[in-house]
């Protein structure tokens, strides 16, 4: 991932009627996998329809690989792939068939098509099936064959809108490996979900849409507190607290865990020293992480 | 003996030509024509579009195989000349367009493939024009594929010899392929409209062709005295400018009783083509 962005937004406003989706929404967002979280609602599919020009802001503007949308939206759509939320699939085509179209369709002359279509299937799994029509297909392997088709043209870029939805734990475990699998192929990505825990696991920077606003827009590593350590205590937790206070770090303690902070030390020195003086173990060490559900509950606006 | 390996290649990114919108839309039309013929869906799908295009084709066949047999063309030739041909396949062209215009229009917006096109170098009129150019060039194919075998058969056997005939009666081909694209133009118009306002190609087809055989009834109003709703009798407008353009009188045609002028019925069909195409557009730009 690199810091140059590859979409700049600025002021953008949408509303449905007298709805309003996005209000002034400003975000700089860099190449890598970038996750786009929000509840219901949030905006996120609107931000990435107007990415697509399918709608065009009331204000605001958007460059995407420095194509001005809705201007060079044609442009921006030969370098661009989407996979929607919603099903996108012709139920009476097989996979290869179809997937040789959307090559097609994304410019690509007809032989190559056709090899991208075998080669991408395969990597999504579905090389068995390829030649089976999509409307006989699971819901796993209609996420599969909608992610085949984001990105059969190569393009720089693929929006994908909740990947994950409706997938059993095996299939989204699946789907989320691949997903993070885009980076190897070059392929950055915009992951648009709800699920906080999805987005941890696959981007590397986060844009939390609230309400039409932006709430934070930066990477996944700030939410992380490297100065603040946490532990889990098996033993006498109070003790272990007790010890590291007198060595003069601050300590949160809630049941087992214990947080702890020290302005001019070592917080993780003083827990394992706090540990041995009292006489306990630990479960676990580690720089206090904040989760993406702790700062979307917060609802502070931050921009990193 | 030789030993192969066998490589994990991975991702393999494009690194040839990319064609852009020109390539875009010739896949959309390319996939419109297979769409239209069932070609590369299910066998069930082939069936109508077949069976269609053989009923079209085959009177042609048969009167040229006739007057083969029989060495007097000419007079199979009156019995079903290129005038009334389009009597024949006109029928079949619009049963053909009410099957087709709904099964181009209809699964993209309902199975939300419009997303798909609305993620490549697309417009939506792009859209629109491709799935109609797809829809013209089989239509056109099937109404006047068989003027083509009836010329050839009629100048292979015809007694002043092949390259005469042709030299005297080349006039009639352009003539057909315009009569050709006016039924297009006048039944596609109405059964597009239809499909974007529809969810099942049954029903779309269904309320096309009543439309259609509806538009039949002007034919009282115009005799009651209301000349103007000659202007809606769609199903003959076409009929009336082929006799125009062929210089014929193969039936008395509603738009005529009602003493509209052929030029007039052009007109209502290039109006009704250019609104179609305008309102199947906005409906389309909303779907992706």
């Given at each position: 991932?690199?810091?140059t962005?590859?979409?700049?937004?600025?002021?953008?406003?949408?509303?449905?009627?007298?709805?309003?989706?996005?209000d002034?929404?400003?975000?700089?967002?860099?190449?890598?996998?970038?996750?786009?979280?929000?509840?219901?609602?949030?905006?996120?599919?609107?931000?990435?329809?107007?990415?697509?020009?399918?709608?065009?802001?009331?204000?605001?503007?958007i460059?995407?690989?420095?194509?001005?949308?809705?201007?060079?939206?044609?442009?921006?759509?030969?370098?661009?792939g989407?996979?929607?939320?919603?099903?996108?699939?012709?139920?009476?085509?097989?996979?290869?068939d179809?997937?040789?179209?959307?090559?097609?369709?994304?410019?690509?002359?007809?032989?190559?098509?056709?090899?991208?279509?075998?080669?991408?299937?395969?990597?999504?799994?579905?090389?068995?099936?390829?030649?089976?029509?999509?409307?006989?297909?699971?819901?796993?392997?209609?996420?599969?064959?909608?992610?085949?088709?984001?990105?059969v043209?190569?393009?720089?870029?693929?929006?994908?809108?909740?990947?994950?939805?409706g997938l059993?734990?095996?299939?989204?475990?699946?789907?989320?490996?691949?997903?993070?699998?885009?980076?190897?192929?070059?392929?950055?990505?915009?992951?648009?979900?709800?699920?906080?825990?999805?987005?941890?696991?696959?981007?590397?920077?986060?844009?939390?849409?609230?309400?039409?606003?932006?709430?934070?827009?930066?990477?996944?590593?700030?939410?992380?507190?490297?100065?603040?350590?946490?532990l889990?205590?098996?033993?006498?937790v109070?003790?272990?607290?007790?010890?590291a206070?007198?060595?003069?770090?601050?300590?949160?303690v809630?049941?087992?865990v214990?947080?702890?902070?020290?302005?001019?030390?070592?917080?993780?020195?003083?827990?394992?020293?706090a540990?041995?003086?009292?006489?306990?173990?630990?479960?676990?060490?580690?720089?206090?992480?904040?989760?993406?559900?702790?700062?979307?509950?917060?609802?502070?606006?931050?921009?990193? | 003996?030789?030993?192969?390996?066998?490589?994990?290649?991975?991702?393999?990114?494009?690194?040839?030509?990319?064609?852009?919108?020109?390539?875009a839309?010739?896949?959309?039309?390319?996939?419109?024509?297979?769409?239209?013929?069932?070609?590369?869906r299910?066998?069930?799908?082939?069936?109508?579009?077949?069976?269609?295009?053989?009923?079209?084709?085959?009177?042609a066949?048969?009167?040229t195989?006739?007057?083969?047999?029989?060495?007097?063309?000419?007079?199979?030739?009156?019995?079903?000349?290129?005038?009334?041909y389009?009597?024949?396949?006109?029928?079949?062209?619009?049963?053909?367009?009410?099957?087709?215009?709904?099964?181009?229009?209809?699964?993209?917006?309902?199975?939300?493939?419009?997303?798909?096109?609305?993620?490549?170098?697309l417009?939506?009129?792009?859209?629109?024009?491709?799935?109609?150019?797809?829809?013209?060039?089989?239509?056109f194919?099937?109404?006047?594929?068989?003027?083509?075998?009836?010329f050839?058969?009629?100048?292979?056997?015809?007694?002043?010899?092949?390259?005469?005939?042709?030299?005297?009666?080349?006039?009639?081909?352009?003539?057909?392929?315009?009569?050709?694209?006016?039924?297009?133009?006048?039944?596609?118009?109405?059964?597009?409209?239809?499909?974007?306002?529809?969810?099942?190609t049954?029903?779309?087809?269904?309320?096309?062709?009543?439309?259609?055989?509806?538009?039949?009834?002007?034919?009282?109003?115009?005799?009651?005295?209301?000349?103007?709703?000659?202007?809606?009798?769609?199903?003959?407008?076409?009929?009336?400018?082929?006799?125009?353009?062929?210089?014929?009188?193969?039936?008395?045609?509603?738009?005529?009783?009602?003493?509209?002028?052929?030029?007039?019925?052009?007109?209502?069909?290039?109006?009704?083509?250019?609104?179609?195409?305008?309102?199947?557009?906005?409906?389309?730009r909303?779907?992706?």
């Amino acid at each position: 991932m690199t810091d140059t962005p590859i979409i700049t937004i600025t002021g953008l406003k949408f509303a449905y009627g007298d709805i309003l989706a996005l209000d002034g929404v400003t975000a700089e967002i860099p190449a890598g996998r970038i996750g786009l979280v929000g509840a219901n609602g949030a905006g996120k599919t609107t931000l990435l329809k107007l990415l697509l020009g399918v709608l065009e802001p009331a204000a605001g503007t958007i460059k995407v690989f420095d194509h001005a949308v809705p201007r060079d939206t044609l442009q921006v759509r030969s370098r661009v792939g989407w996979m929607p939320e919603s099903d996108c699939l012709p139920p009476d085509q097989t996979a290869a068939d179809f997937l040789g179209y959307a090559a097609e369709l994304g410019g690509l002359p007809v032989r190559a098509a056709r090899q991208r279509a075998s080669d991408i299937l395969g990597l999504v799994g579905l090389h068995e099936e390829r030649f089976r029509y999509m409307g006989e297909f699971s819901t796993g392997m209609k996420q599969r064959a909608k992610l085949a088709q984001a990105i059969v043209h190569d393009p720089d870029l693929v929006l994908l809108d909740e990947p994950t939805a409706g997938l059993d734990p095996e299939g989204r475990a699946e789907m989320l490996d691949l997903v993070r699998r885009l980076d190897e192929f070059g392929i950055n990505a915009i992951i648009s979900s709800h699920v906080l825990t999805d987005i941890e696991y696959t981007c590397d920077w986060v844009v939390m849409l609230d309400g039409g606003k932006v709430l934070r827009s930066g990477p996944l590593t700030d939410l992380s507190t490297p100065d603040v350590a946490e532990l889990e205590v098996i033993g006498d937790v109070a003790a272990v607290a007790a010890g590291a206070v007198s060595r003069g770090a601050a300590v949160e303690v809630d049941g087992a865990v214990l947080t702890i902070s020290a302005p001019d030390g070592d917080p993780f020195l003083i827990a394992r020293d706090a540990v041995l003086d009292a006489g306990a173990a630990f479960r676990r060490l580690g720089a206090q992480r904040t989760t993406l559900e702790d700062v979307f509950m917060s609802g502070e606006p931050t921009d990193g | 003996m030789v030993e192969g390996v066998v490589f994990d290649l991975g991702y393999q990114p494009h690194d040839g030509p990319r064609l852009g919108r020109s390539g875009a839309r010739r896949a959309l039309i390319k996939d419109g024509l297979r769409r239209v013929l069932g070609l590369r869906r299910k066998a069930r799908k082939k069936i109508l579009p077949a069976t269609l295009m053989a009923i079209a084709v085959i009177p042609a066949l048969f009167f040229t195989a006739f007057g083969v047999i029989a060495g007097e063309f000419d007079a199979a030739a009156e019995l079903f000349d290129h005038e009334n041909y389009f009597n024949l396949n006109g029928s079949m062209a619009l049963i053909f367009v009410a099957l087709a215009a709904s099964e181009l229009l209809i699964p993209d917006r309902i199975n939300g493939t419009m997303a798909v096109y609305a993620s490549r170098p697309l417009t939506t009129p792009d859209y629109v024009m491709g799935r109609a150019g797809s829809l013209a060039i089989v239509v056109f194919g099937f109404l006047w594929i068989p003027h083509l075998v009836l010329f050839l058969g009629r100048a292979w056997v015809g007694s002043s010899g092949f390259g005469t005939y042709v030299v005297d009666n080349a006039a009639i081909l352009w003539k057909t392929a315009v009569v050709s694209v006016v039924y297009f133009a006048a039944y596609t118009s109405i059964a597009f409209l239809v499909a974007a306002f529809s969810k099942r190609t049954a029903v779309a087809a269904g309320v096309f062709l009543g439309i259609v055989m509806l538009s039949g009834l002007t034919e009282a109003l115009v005799d009651a005295g209301f000349s103007v709703f000659g202007l809606g009798a769609v199903l003959d407008h076409p009929g009336y400018v082929k006799d125009w353009i062929l210089g014929t009188n193969t039936d008395t045609w509603i738009p005529e009783t009602a003493g509209i002028e052929p030029i007039m019925s052009l007109l209502v069909i290039v109006t009704l083509s250019i609104a179609a195409g305008l309102i199947v557009t906005g409906r389309y730009r909303r779907a992706a």
